[in-house]
């Protein structure tokens, strides 16, 4: 059967894109298992999935893709394999991140045809535009710029583009990005949907994964001390106005909305203060009541439920939400305070 | 002589009751009801009941006619285990866009009418909407609000603002919104299509900054030209350029004007207060929000949150829409003073009677008053 993407996209363009259905399919009809990659003619596989996966922990671009579509595709295929049984959604995210990039790179380079052809194989709708409206020549359905938009500021801000009738007028790079952005998240779905209850590694392979866990394992390790050198104890003077604006609000006895409430315990939590510290910053408050408050700072402290702990929402999301005070040019209210407890502790040194 | 019997809060169920017995199935219009969380709460106990799920619509209307809850909400997200008692366990699928029109959140003149303030550190009280006590200036205010044709027509109004968005610049179509009464102060405006379920959190907080005008910066919309400065797409575009080039020719009589920067901010800031929609941010980007069910009786007013179309709207047949209960006009008591007006009704402090539903009204929302039956 030909391949279909063979009409728009030559064969060699599919080692740029072994995220495509085509690609995907025509390795499968090589019906190669897993036992497979451990023989000789495969091991080139292993190793550039390996490569991809140390670039992810190294946090490093990874190399161009094998000129043998073949390889590359296999490559892909089983980089998404090692990532799930590893396990680690940051480690994911950075491959996710690192890949988006490289291939980024190539749609850029692509003629108007191609781009479409791939950014509607990312689920990414985007026409033509009839006619070029102030340079632009593309148009991307409104949700879907939305959904992938790299920045929420600047020339990228829905408020500042041209919106027409559910479609945003974009250029060529842009649309490139966009589709980085899309990527990103179709590898992520990718690897979160994979079964792997049912696969047999053979040893070597497993081998292979146990190693890389265990370098992820030390990397992640000092990527936490590295955070955790710049926060020792909290530091109220160094928080953002806009917590220090919830906290004296608080404080003062007058409501504070829900949205208010869960910045300030998510943000205090993250900074390093236990539950009891955040449940006396929150007493003074009008309609205080320690039970519920308890559930649900220890809900955001990830001590209830399924766990998961919760982040200070970022400036954007403040902003929208009314609680943004200040112009402080950074992107998250942590981001903030790390800074500024690192500026001052320099100063200190000096 | 019979003693005269007094409605209480208790006995109001009674009347829900009455209405959730003449409700069919029809009257229940939430799409794919099997998915959605259900959360009530009720007369004669505290607390929210969440966590419940209806297999069918049947059996949601079974149990609105056995409970007649004072409260019932549904959630705007689809689960694939909508009664999970952790919200991680739910299996989020994907949530309808929700926009919120309230005016609590918008200044109207009639709130000195009927809205009620009580400062909590020294116990001043007055009429009207204050953020700080003018008495002593404590900002712990306790507020009793209430809603008249007036804030309706406003809410309205912002209504169609945002209808108008809608279709011309997110491209959806009249039938793809679903708009009813909020049961109290306002409008939600549901939008279901699947290209919207999917939305995230930071794609909501986008629209959201765009039907609010949030974040405009006018350094980005504008460019250098003969010594001033220009829109960067000027007459003919869309989105904010063309509402803003439109407020300009307004203004001055030309839609593609050069100007210096401090006229453009004008423009700008007169742009965004004629156009930017007052919606509830919160309600938009929460994806896991709990919502008033259609069609079901809110609990502080006694009124329907009726399904409205635009021509509805347009019509301005609000109040027949969402009334529900008599207009009889029965005897009352009062405790103190009432608001000055509400729903469609001036109310004299001399008043001895009232419409049975603006009593209903009153008393469910906490005013001094007894309801003689």
């Known amino acids: 059967m030909p391949l279909k993407a063979e009409v728009i996209l030559s064969i060699t363009d599919l080692s740029k894109y072994p995220f495509i259905p085509e690609a995907l399919e025509r390795v499968k009809t090589l019906g190669i298992e897993l036992t497979d990659f451990t023989a000789k003619p495969l091991k080139g596989i292993v190793e550039r999935a390996a490569t991809y996966v140390r670039a992810a922990i190294d946090g490093v671009e990874l190399p161009p893709p094998s000129e043998d579509i073949d390889e590359e595709v296999l490559s892909f295929a089983l980089t998404l394999l090692l990532l799930k049984v590893i396990g680690d959604r940051m480690l994911t995210r950075r491959f996710a991140v690192a890949f988006s990039k490289r291939t980024g790179a190539f749609m850029a380079g692509e003629d108007n045809g191609k781009l479409v052809y791939i950014l509607d194989k990312l689920n990414l709708k985007i026409l033509k535009a009839s006619e070029t409206k102030y340079g632009y020549d593309h148009k991307v359905n409104i949700f879907d710029y939305v959904n992938n938009i790299p920045e929420g500021k600047g020339s990228w801000k829905l408020v500042h583009r041209l919106v027409e009738k559910g479609w945003v007028y974009v250029n060529k790079y842009e649309a490139a990005r966009l589709g980085e952005e899309a990527l990103k998240e179709h590898i992520e779905n990718k690897i979160d949907e994979m079964k792997i209850e049912d696969v047999q590694f053979p040893d070597e392979l497993y081998s292979l994964i146990e190693g890389l866990s265990s370098e992820w394992g030390r990397r992640l390790k000092s990527i936490r001390e590295a955070w955790a050198m710049t926060v020792q104890g909290s530091s109220e003077e160094a928080f953002p106005p806009c917590i220090a604006t919830i906290i004296s609000n608080v404080k003062a006895g007058k409501n504070v909305p829900h949205s208010a409430r869960f910045a300030l315990a998510s943000f205090l939590l993250s900074v390093g203060m236990n539950v009891e510290d955040v449940l006396s910053v929150f007493s003074s408050a009008p309609d205080f009541n320690e039970k519920i408050a308890r559930y649900q700072v220890e809900h955001i402290a990830g001590r209830r439920g399924s766990g998961k702990k919760y982040l200070p929402y970022k400036c954007e999301n403040m902003r929208t939400l009314g609680l943004c005070v200040a112009d402080c040019k950074v992107k998250h209210p942590l981001m903030y305070y790390w800074m500024t407890l690192r500026r001052r502790s320099k100063k200190e040194e000096k | ?373």
């Open chain 2, 1 to 373: 002589m019979m003693e005269k019997a007094q409605l209480t809060l208790s006995s109001a169920k009674g009347l829900f009751q009455s209405y959730y017995k003449q409700l069919t199935v029809g009257d229940i219009v939430v799409s794919s009801l099997s998915k959605r969380e259900f959360a009530f709460s009720y007369f004669d106990e505290g607390g929210m009941h969440r966590h419940i799920s209806f297999e069918e619509t049947g059996k949601l209307l079974n149990h609105l006619r056995a409970s007649s809850p004072k409260h019932v909400y549904y959630s705007t997200a689809y689960y694939l285990y909508p009664s999970a008692k952790d919200m991680d366990a739910k299996g989020w699928e994907g949530a309808d866009l929700v926009f919120d029109i309230d005016v609590d959140h918008i200044e109207t003149d009639c709130k000195s009418a009927h809205d009620q303030w009580r400062c909590k550190t020294c116990n001043t009280s007055g009429w009207g909407n204050v953020k700080a006590c003018p008495h002593c200036g404590g900002e712990a205010i306790e507020k009793r609000t209430w809603v008249c044709e007036t804030c309706i027509n406003v809410a309205r109004d912002e209504v169609f603002k945002l209808v108008e968005m809608l279709e011309m610049d997110f491209g959806l179509s009249l039938h793809e919104l679903f708009i009813t009464f909020s049961g109290h102060r306002g409008f939600h405006i549901h939008v279901e299509s699947p290209a919207v379920r999917v939305l995230n959190q930071d794609a909501r907080r986008e629209l959201i900054d765009y039907v609010k005008g949030l974040g405009i910066d006018i350094r980005v919309m504008l460019v250098k030209n003969k010594g001033g400065f220009k829109l960067r797409y000027g007459a003919n575009s869309s989105g904010w350029y063309a509402r803003i080039s439109r407020w300009a020719l307004f203004m001055l009589g030309a839609e593609d004007p050069v100007l210096n920067l401090r006229d453009w901010e004008k423009i700008f800031i007169g742009s965004m207060k004629k156009e930017a929609v007052a919606i509830d941010e919160n309600v938009t980007i929460d994806t896991k929000r709990l919502i008033r069910l259609p069609n079901s009786l809110h609990g502080k007013t006694g009124l329907k949150a009726a399904p409205f179309t635009v021509n509805e709207l347009e019509k301005g047949e609000f109040i027949e829409k969402v009334k529900v209960f008599s207009k009889e006009e029965i005897k009352i008591s009062t405790g103190g003073e009432l608001p000055k007006k509400v729903l469609d009704l001036e109310i004299s402090s001399t008043s001895r009677t009232l419409p049975f539903y603006v009593a209903l009204y009153l008393m469910l929302n906490g005013a001094p008053i007894k309801i003689n039956v």
